[in-house]
């Protein structure tokens, strides 16, 4: 497996049109497999696969608070073939806080860990 990763601080630079087309080209060209993780609170990405929902608690803010979870279940399928997304809303927002005051776990390591954990890598 793979991880390409699109991050900036900055906004308004095109990280989610990157990964958005980034995304589509390597499933659809090179027929790869792709997990896209939406980890932004304003979920753009997972509006561009038309997957956002306000109101789903199966985002990827479990990932940022739970402990051994399993990726699968919260992996949306998209109307693209080879191409799933983990979904992000608002409530990454209250993630991120608590993320940062959580002494106890290593934040740098939660996505890598939960995906090694999952049935997915």
Do not use: C, P, W
């Not at 060209?29 to 997957?51: E, P, T």
């Not at 051994?68 to 109307?79: A, F, G, L, P, Y």
């Amino acid at each position: 497996m793979q991880t390409i990763s699109i991050i900036s601080l900055k906004g308004g630079v095109a990280k989610t049109t990157t990964a958005v087309n980034m995304a589509y080209t390597l499933a659809a060209v090179h027929n790869k497999k792709v997990l896209i993780v939406d980890n932004d609170k304003q979920g753009n990405s997972s509006k561009a696969f038309k997957r956002y929902d306000a109101e789903d608690k199966n985002t990827v803010a479990r990932i940022r608070l739970e402990r051994n979870i399993d990726v699968s279940q919260i992996i949306k399928k998209t109307d693209y073939e080879n191409i799933d997304i983990i979904i992000a809303n608002m409530d990454l927002l209250e993630a991120n806080l608590r993320t940062i005051v959580d002494a106890g776990r290593q934040q740098q390591t939660r996505f890598k860990k939960a995906i090694e954990g999952s049935s997915i890598s």
